[in-house]
């Protein structure tokens, strides 16, 4: 019991790799925000440190660090999960974003005795080598017969992940409060005048993990054809991941050193799409990618992959382009998108809400799931 006699928060279990600035991460974290904590708390497994855990914890999470599969292997990693899943008092809940490495979660979870078990899918395509998606594979087949309920991000994740069951799945679509992205003009001096950029430079930007499926060499080569056109212009890279060394070298090869700005992992992600004049994702697959909401929330022209799903497309501001154009077409797109310029920029509250993408919202349903569920495992 808590003072005053009101009942103890559940606390939920969020099985995570890393706790860096990422989607699923950004999703978790927006929830985190929005939720009733005095009904409903977040700890979390995780192997990775990143930006987020000085704020959970102040939040009043807990996180318990465990290595990675890829670091000590599946059985130091098992024994690792064991030991935190059958600590008492047991999670009621458990609710895993490790796509098809869920399946060991979901397994071992059930082991233990814990009896919500939520497999939550947020891509649409294994990562890594051959030997590393089969073991993907491997695991993701425990998925189904483990785990009690199945989430996903779009229709297409949940298909990927879930197969024969997707459509079991319930679409937590990963929103924002809009409002936070509101263009201002004020951060967009802020930013510029910290990064050394006039109002006049035509600046892109992308916010995402340097990671293959992000295709950061393919987004530096439209750059490069960007900036052939319009010499005046900056490209704003926010994140960090494994192939950010490889990209900035791509970037002093392809003679844009002083122009590309590699910021490593941002907070300030709405004061830095203020500062952008057209948002750039060439991206191979997504489950349904955040960064593309709060670009939209922000006013901010897109161009994108047509490989997204049809799902984040809310407004008319994203324009889609095949990964098979020349990089020239995607560049040309970039600049014709962004034509009215800042003062035209809006936030489209309204749309966004309008296709469920407000996390109020989505925080309130996840909470009432959370509390009924774990109400009714207790009966």
Not at 43 to 70: C, K, M, N, Q
Not at 354 to 366: F, Q, S
């Amino acid at each position: 019991m808590k003072g005053g006699g009101r009942m103890a928060p559940i606390r939920v279990l969020h099985c995570v790799a890393g706790l860096g600035h990422g989607g699923y991460e950004s999703l978790i974290m927006n929830l985190y925000r929005n939720i009733d904590r005095e009904k409903v708390q977040f700890d979390f497994v995780s192997s990775f440190p990143g930006v987020y855990e000085p704020e959970i914890e102040a939040l009043g999470g807990r996180i318990h660090r465990i290595p990675f599969i890829t670091q000590k292997g599946p059985f130091v990693y098992t024994a690792a999960l064991d030991r935190v899943l059958r600590a008492e008092p047991r999670y009621p809940i458990v609710h895993s974003h490790m796509d098809k490495f869920s399946g060991l979660v979901m397994k071992r979870a059930a082991k233990a005795g814990i009896p919500v078990r939520i497999a939550h899918s947020h891509n649409t395509k294994n990562e890594g080598g051959l030997a590393f998606q089969l073991v993907k594979d491997h695991y993701g087949r425990m998925v189904l017969p483990w785990a009690t309920d199945l989430f996903a991000c779009s229709k297409a994740a949940a298909d990927w992940m879930f197969g024969e069951k997707a459509a079991e799945a319930r679409i937590l679509f990963n929103g924002v409060q809009p409002e936070d992205f509101a263009p201002s003009a004020a951060a967009r001096a802020a930013v510029r005048a910290e990064l050394g950029l006039a109002e006049s430079t035509f600046v892109a930007g992308h916010v995402g993990r340097f990671t293959e499926q992000k295709n950061h060499a393919f987004l530096l080569e439209i750059f490069a054809a960007l900036h052939a056109r319009r010499p005046d212009s900056a490209l704003l890279l926010a994140g960090d991941g494994p192939l950010r060394p490889k990209m900035a070298e791509t970037a002093r090869r392809l003679g844009l050193e002083s122009a590309v700005r590699f910021l490593g992992p941002r907070q300030d992600v709405p004061a830095l799409l203020s500062a952008m004049d057209c948002f750039i994702f060439p991206s191979h697959h997504e489950g349904l990618p955040v960064t593309l909401v709060e670009a939209q929330a922000a006013g901010l022209p897109v161009a994108a992959s047509s490989a997204i799903t049809d799902e984040v497309c809310i407004t008319p501001l994203v324009r889609r382009l095949g990964l098979d154009e020349a990089a020239d077409t995607w560049a040309a797109a970039a600049l014709e998108l962004a034509e009215g310029g800042f003062a035209a920029r809006s936030c489209p509250a309204g749309a966004i809400r309008g296709a469920g993408y407000d996390i109020a919202d989505t925080a309130r349903w996840l909470e009432e799931f959370y509390l009924a569920r774990a109400a009714g495992s207790e009966e």
